[in-house]
């Protein structure tokens, strides 16, 4: 099984590279094409976004979490931290859980 990295930042595809993953740079033209041919791919199971290049295609990451199965999809803050903010754990836990942290 293989995991894959799509990426806007050159940063990102380094690190992921160190860790033994490989990644694929795209630009906003160029995404479309390069998550088909991923997941095109059957030995694929892990599918890693930076939340920018997620960004560009998230209805096409909404309908294979629906999905379910294979690949796997994560989205993980690029270099320059999460767009999501800080405190998005707190809050996504509570709204969750009905509390006010």
Excluded: C, Y
């Amino acid at each position: 099984m293989k995991a894959l990295l799509i990426s806007d930042s050159q940063e990102a595809l380094a690190g992921f590279r160190l860790a033994g993953v490989e990644g694929r740079l795209v630009d906003r033209e160029r995404i479309a094409s390069v998550v088909d041919e991923a997941l095109d791919d059957k030995e694929l199971a892990l599918l890693i976004f930076t939340e920018e290049a997620a960004s560009w295609v998230a209805a096409t990451i909404g309908e294979l979490r629906l999905e379910g199965g294979l690949p796997l999809v994560v989205e993980v803050p690029g270099p320059e931290g999460s767009l999501r903010g800080h405190d998005f754990m707190d809050r996504f836990l509570g709204n969750a859980l009905g509390v006010k942290a």
